[in-house]
């Protein structure tokens, strides 16, 4: 393990101990966030979507988030831009004609991808980006988000950098059929390690961590450092509406409050993943709806009812099951700081405890 944690901090030297990401947030991690997060010492993530043809207005639109990122990081690497971008996969056409080129004009560190049709669908792409990897001087890693052994293990015979395993308390969309960190990460672990690959492969925790504590449970699992989403969403850096944040911050009891479902997508008309995947979200007005009867025509309607009205609060707050934990709006600074040095606390604690 520690030689892999080696590996994030030789490949990205600007980042602190323990090496922290924010999730690549489609909507909501955008540059502001991102370049906060690596001014902090961590690694900031863009979320740049999931429309990679030419006309993609998704693609125009992370252009401008690279260049605006590119001057906030200023001079803390003057050849990569210390930043990553993730990108939802389901749809991948276009990606290596549209996509690869735009993450190579900017010299991105960081590459994320997530939510494949089928595990396959990433090969070509991973191949695509060592062809320009090993002609050009752009080091840029690849990281892939994965929910289950297999994924992982696949994701790593493809040649992914890093494997993000995530688990099933994460907010957002995610496996199905999944589980938690608890369970997923050894195994993810001791699988690498037989296979040879964990001398040149990174581990990513993600999924219910928003403190020092569950980053030294993640660390203690196996993992080389932790993603997280749900508590960047509730930073003065984030672009999230101050309803998500209020709904994050006032929330409790994340196994009771929120549920991973398909049906948060299906009241606001996002129903688009493939069915291997769906999503943790706290249960809102229109998921009471439909259980206490409402059929879904109704609450759709309702939906798009509020939303012309420019009423926000049907809309779907995506959030894992440690939302309960999260009480204050930070700055990213704050945040990043105050995880690294309760890692060092409860390992403290823990050293004396036992
Ligand atoms: C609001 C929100 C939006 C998300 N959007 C994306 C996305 O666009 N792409 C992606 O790969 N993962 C996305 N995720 C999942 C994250 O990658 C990550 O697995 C998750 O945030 C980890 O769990 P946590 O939220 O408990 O920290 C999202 C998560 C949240 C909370």
Redesign the pocket.
């Known amino acids: 393990m520690a030689q892999s944690k080696h590996l994030l901090q030789t490949w990205f030297p600007h980042t602190t101990s323990p090496f922290i990401a924010n ?6 991690a955008d540059y502001s966030l991102a370049a906060a997060v690596t001014k902090a010492g961590g690694l900031g993530f863009i ?1 740049g979507g999931f429309d990679f043809t030419t006309e993609s207005s998704q693609l125009t639109k992370l252009n401008g988030q690279l260049e605006k990122a590119r001057a906030e990081v200023g001079d803390i690497s003057s050849n990569n831009l210390p930043i990553g971008v ?1 990108f ?1 996969t389901f749809k991948p056409s276009g990606f290596i004609d549209n996509v690869i080129p735009l993450l190579q004009r900017h010299r991105l560190a960081a590459v ?1 991808l ?2 494949p049709e089928a595990d396959a669908d990433h090969l070509p792409i991973i191949e695509g980006i060592h062809q320009v990897r090993t002609k050009s001087d752009w080091n840029v890693k690849i990281f892939v ?1 994965t929910g289950t052994v297999q994924a992982a293990m696949e994701a790593v015979k493809q040649g992914a950098d890093v494997v ?1 395993v ?1 688990g099933s ?6 496996w199905a059929q999944g589980a938690s960190l608890i369970s997923l990460l050894p195994e993810v672990r001791d699988t690498l390690a037989e296979t040879g690959a964990a001398s040149h492969t990174a581990v990513l925790a ?5 403190d020092g504590r569950g980053c030294v449970a993640a660390l203690g699992l196996g993992a080389d450092g932790v ?5 960047f ?1 509730a930073t003065e850096e984030c672009a999230a509406p101050s309803l998500i944040k209020k709904a994050i911050l006032s929330g409790s009891d994340g196994a009771a409050s929120t549920i991973k479902s398909i049906r948060h997508d299906v009241f606001q008309s996002t129903d688009v993943f493939p069915r291997q995947y769906d999503g943790r979200a706290v249960i809102g007005i229109s998921y009471d709806e439909s259980k206490s009867g409402a059929s879904d025509e109704d609450i759709i309607q309702r939906y798009k009812d509020a939303m012309k009205n420019g009423e926000d609060d049907r809309r779907t707050v ?5 939302i309960g934990v999260i009480k204050e709006e930070l700055s990213v600074s704050n945040l990043v700081k105050s995880v690294q040095q309760e890692v060092k606390s409860v390992l403290n604690r823990l050293n004396q405890s036992i």
């Open positions: 999730a690549p947030m489609f909507g909501f979320g993730g939802i994320w997530s939510f988000q993000v995530q308390d994460a907010g957002g969309h995610q993600a999924g219910g961590i928003v993603v997280m989403g749900t508590r969403v995506w959030a894992g099951a440690s």
